[in-house]
């Protein structure tokens, strides 16, 4: 058995995440930056290697891809006093684009809506590996502070040298820098008009302690919300360009089918019609959406596919496929062993994770345009750099003759890192000499993206009467080792994931593996704490040292009035806590269950979130709903089902996602942590409303459900 340290274990974990992150740094013409923006005052932020270590180090995928260490420009002041922020993070519905403007204005003390940013543009933005893993608050948000603090005091040394005075005597406040005991004052664009393009400066500047914040902090509007509100936004698929025209893709009959026979003639045949074949992708583009349609159906194509496994036969599967072991213990086989024969209650129970689709608002859309050998395709992504090194493969050109763009996107929970609507687009666009379009339809996104990774886990514990964990053994197959580690302390215990060949293709969604992790973990820490009569809240406290998890802990159980509530007949009450991403959570819900027919109702859910510092109240709340909301579907009703390298409901009305009716009463919990960095809070939120769930079903029902999603037919009494 293979074993690694605990760090080790997070890094295969975030490899397994950024499988095909960039090998490539951004190099921006200064000619050509200059004539974008015209005159006003550039902010240049040196990184020094400590912070090139932090933002790229870490982060850095298998093929080696970060950030750049070398002077690069991010903020812009203009005459207009319009101040323009560069960053490489993609805004997909996560409302980043109003967090990041609030932490330029608050060190910069300029107002929001003079604040632009330019996200996610190849051509124009640093290299940013992309946004995943809930970093871009604790990474870019930080370096946008200090680049921001670093602008401020530049501007200063412009203020005093223009007023001729000490800079202790000037006060910069809502965009303007005032002289004070005079009437002297001037606003950024006044300033920086006719002064040097270029400022050098490092990042020693002092920012501003959340403790002191004034935008940051604040429940600040979505930067363009009634855009949205309004349909005024444009994403991907509502991108025109002039000439342009409309692709369809063939795909195969099954996963790894092979092309034995095919004709094109029919769709030739079609006035405006251009067939595309090479290998075995097969395309048509047309002028409009309905025709490329018909062209598509028109074309006769054979396949050959060879026998592959079903959703049921996946978890055996699984197991038999596992290929190697990754983890970390602190005693050997035979420690556990003994461990576990000292418990008053021994327990060995497996858990099983179905496969399921990232079902994003939006499907993969993009318009690829060539201009002689240089290539531009805007598409919906999580990584624009990423997809500029798949295109730069995929077409043989150098990667500065290509231009990603990413226009807000219309959600993506981990499910838009790669880019194949990209390079079919580009690769139909190039066949026919003009711009095209290309948006998959709902069955193309349940069929061809990546899937969140099905999974088996096997644990055994043993636990004495007095609710002291003796022994932890944790074996996850195949769904990942983000939050593996269990946050409880237990002297004798051994985690390990193993790695096995996939069915299905799979890559990464909301929370990682952390979700099915914590489910097991969580259930099978309820299903001690009943074995020896002691309540879950009790049970966790007793064995929880880390002092920011027992508060969001403590701060759900006191909202939901754990101890003071008594659960109706055929109710029932469940409580989990897990950490994941530098942030904690705590869920208590309560269910109802109908014994005839097996149906489960959340009837209220409270979580209690903590995540250092919080950005933006509000915000943070929805983010957290929707993370729980989002966690519904796993938990009760989502599951890819597939035979023979076929999906057999890819459809909305075969695959069933939470609706109104499911969603609970919700309410949220902040634990505002001032004396902390700020963490993310994309994706733990998610990690705590399944194993809630299980436990209250549990605690109504004594029917305990260890698959997701859990079965309502095992209910049926």
Known sequence: MNKAEPSDLFLETERYELSASPLYHFETSRREFFKTLGCGLVV????????????????????????????????????????????????????????????????????????RLVMADTQ???????????????????????VSAAARE???????????????????????????GTDNSINFGQLTKGQKLVKSVDDKSSITGPDKWKIAGTSAPKVDGQ???????????????????????????????????????????????????????????????QLANRALAAIEAKWTAKSQPSSTELFDYLKKNAVSGR?????????????????????????????????????????????????????????PFGVRGELAEAFGIAEDHI???????????GGKHTGEVAVEAARLSKSAGKPV???????????????????????????RNDGTITAWEFHNYNS???????????????????????????????????????????????????????????????????????????????????????????????????TEKGSYVATCAEVSVDRKSGKVQIIRAVTAFECGAVVNPEHLKNQIEGAMVMGLGGALFEAIQFENGKIKNPHFSSYRVPRFSDVPEIEVVLVDRKDLQSAGAGETPIIGIAPAIGNAIFNATGVRLRSLPMSQEALKS
């Open 227 to 289: 855009d949205f509100v309004t349909g005024k936004h444009q994403y991907a698929s509502d991108v025109k360009l002039p000439g342009m025209l409309h692709g369809k893709v063939l795909r195969p009959s099954a996963f790894e089918a092979t092309l034995d026979s095919l004709d094109t003639k029919p769709a030739e045949a079609m006035p405006g019609v251009t067939v595309v074949h090479e290998g075995n992708f097969i395309g048509v583009v047309a002028p409009d959406i």
């Open 403 to 413: 231009r990603v763009i990413v226009p807000d996107t219309g959600s993506a929970y």
């Open 480 to 578: 990942g080792g983000s939050g593996i580690s269990t946050p409880y302390e237990i002297e004798h215990q051994q985690t390990e994931f193993h790695s096995t060949k996939s069915p299905l293709r799979q890559g990464s969604y909301r929370g990682l593996a952390a979700t099915a992790n914590h489910f097991a973990r969580e259930m099978q820490m309820d299903e001690m704490a009943h074995a020896i009569k002691m309540d879950p809240l009790e049970f966790r406290l007793k064995n929880l040292k880390d002092s920011r998890m027992r508060a969001v802990l403590e701060a759900a159980a006191k909202t939901f009035g754990w101890a003071e509530s008594k659960a109706a007949s055929n109710h029932g009450f469940g409580i989990a806590v897990g």
């Open 437 to 463: 379009k290309l948006v998959w339809t709902r069955e193309e996104e349940f069929t061809w993206a990546y899937f969140r990774p099905a999974g088996i886990i096997d644990i055994s514990s043993g636990v």
């Open 154 to 180: 530049a501007l200063l040394e412009l203020a005093a040298e223009h007023f001729k005075t000490d800079r202790t005597s000037l006060v910069i406040a809502d965009g303007r820098i005032s002289q004070t």
């Open 44 to 115: 240049l932020f040196l990184i020094d290697s400590a912070f090139a270590q932090e933002s790229g180090g870490r982060r850095r995928s298998s093929r080696g891809g970060q950030r750049p260490a070398e002077i690069s420009a991010w903020l812009h002041i203009g005459e207009d006093g319009m101040i323009t922020v560069f960053t490489g993070k993609a805004e997909m519905g996560q409302n980043i684009r109003t967090s990041l403007t609030q932490a330029v204005a608050e060190e910069l003390r300029a107002p929001v809506s003079s604040i």
């Open 327 to 383: 983890g970390s213990s602190n005693q050997n086989d035979a420690s556990i062993q003994e461990a576990l024969s000292k418990a008053d209650h021994k327990f060995q129970q497996t858990y099983t994770i179905a496969y399921i689709a990232h079902a994003p608002l939006e499907p993969r859309a993009a318009v690829a345009e060539w201009k002689e050998d240089k290539l531009t395709v805007w598409t919906g992504t999580q990584r």
């Open 124 to 146: 124009l933005t640093p290299y940013d590996a992309g946004t995943f893993g809930s970093r871009t608050t604790p990474d870019m948000a930080s370096q946008l502070h200090k």
